[in-house]
């Protein structure tokens, strides 16, 4: 083995199923399906059939797929919805961008909501709580369903590294009144560009997403049925997903071997926490393998000196943007997070060799530290 390793390795994935990316490629130039098109449907029925929904409506973005089900459940100006501040920004610019107020509670040491925290942030003027589930690993869903129902409130699961994740036997985004994935392409299931989606189990709520992402417009160009937005799913990335997902079952499959070559190799080094370990209720998924040390940004430099990239996931939690306005908050767990978590390279085509170089390369720096340690004496 030789060279970098990549985060993500997305030439090495297109070499490896070539025939059928191109292959796509020409099916979709020669029919000239584009918008709105067979693709689109047989790829939203297949994630709704998937996840135990009845609708999953294709969209631009996550980001769009999280302001639509804002907007759908009439979250706005008044209204507070609680989440978290550990997760990427359009979680909380969801809620900011319909004209609500997020309400930001702390999170616990698998990276997700505090379920212990939702009801001391409820406020009679509370409408909706969106759980996240980061890094392919499901919220506590009883608690956050139980308390949604106790207090009336709506929720939209933030699934976007989270498709295929299960929560006591159920898939992630089939609890929700709402449930977004985003297909960006380093997400559990990637297309060529953005993409995104929401389910849900509500017919009109999906009339209304439907309508809201295609200006209006639902079963015929001609008769409007409201104001909407242009978030379509494109049809070619609906076909490369289509195309991606018959592999998704061994993709969730190798991310899970990958998971424990590093549970194994990493355990017991330097002062790492290594990444929640998955069973009980929770079948994880790893979109993403993360770790923590006290020690993080050194580690992230020695590793991408030594060629192995990456990734940290968020060095400055969002309530200490100073442009988002949410200093407000006091999450003490999610700063200390921020300073401590860092990502490995994960996906499908890594290979066992390439996982333990990581490994390796970990243990070096440990060792390196403690021999200069020594040497200081
Ligand atoms: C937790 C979470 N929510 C929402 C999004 C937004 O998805 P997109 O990038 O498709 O807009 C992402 C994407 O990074 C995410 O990780």
């Known amino acids: 083995m030789s060279g970098r390793i990549r985060f993500v390795n997305y030439p090495r994935q297109y070499q490896q199923h070539k025939k059928e990316f191109d292959g796509v490629f020409e099916e979709i130039m020669s029919g000239g399906d ?41 979250f706005g100006p008044g209204d507070e919805v609680i989440t978290v501040g550990h997760t990427f920004v359009a979680t909380v610019g969801a809620i900011v961008q319909a004209g609500a107020s997020p309400v930001l509670v702390d999170v616990r040491d698998d990276y ?17 709580i969106i759980p ?42 089939s609890f929700g009144d709402t ?11 990637g297309t060529l560009g953005d993409g995104g989606m929401v389910c849900t189990n509500d017919d009109n709520l999906a009339r209304t997403l439907s309508a809201y992402r295609d200006n209006g417009r639902v079963d015929s160009v001609e008769v409007i049925e409201c104001y909407g937005w242009c978030t379509r799913l494109d049809n070619f990335h609906a076909a490369i997903l289509n195309m991606k ?15 424990r070559i590093y549970d194994k190799g990493l355990e017991g080094v330097g002062d790492i926490s290594i990444h929640p370990v998955s069973g009980g209720d929770y079948f994880d998924v790893y979109q993403n393998y993360v770790i923590r040390s006290g020690r993080r940004n050194g580690l992230v430099k020695y590793l991408r000196e030594s060629g ?6 968020w060095p400055t939690p969002l309530h200490k943007q100073k442009a988002l306005g949410l200093e ?25 060799e390439e996982a333990n170089t990581v490994i390796e390369k970990i243990k070096g720096f440990f060792c390196e530290s403690r021999l200069e340690r020594a040497g200081n004496f």
Request: proline fraction near 3%; hydrophobic fraction near 45%; charge should be positive.
């Open 34 to 74: 584009f918008i709105l098109r067979r693709h689109l449907e047989v790829f939203e029925k297949r994630i709704a059939e998937y996840v135990g929904v009845k609708h999953a409506i294709g969209v631009n973005t996550g980001t769009d797929a999280l302001y639509l089900s804002a907007r759908a459940l009439g």
């Open 112 to 128: 997700n909501m505090d379920v212990d925290l939702i009801e001391k942030a409820i406020t009679p003027k509370t409408r909706g």
């Open 132 to 173: 996240v589930h980061l890094n392919g690993h499901s919220c506590d869903m009883d608690r956050v369903m139980g308390l949604a129902r106790r207090y009336n409130l709506r929720v939209i699961e933030d699934a976007a590294q989270a498709l295929g994740a299960e929560f006591k036997g159920r898939r992630c985004a």
């Open 179 to 189: 449930a977004i994935f985003s297909f960006y392409p380093a997400k559990m299931l």
């Open 245 to 259: 997902f018959s592999h998704f079952g061994e993709w969730v499959k190798r991310r899970r071997e990958l998971a």
């Open 308 to 313: 192995v990239e990456a990734l940290i996931s």
């Open 328 to 352: 407000r908050f006091h999450l003490p767990k999610t700063e200390q997070i921020s300073a401590e978590v860092l990502s490995l390279p994960m996906y499908p085509e890594l290979t066992d």
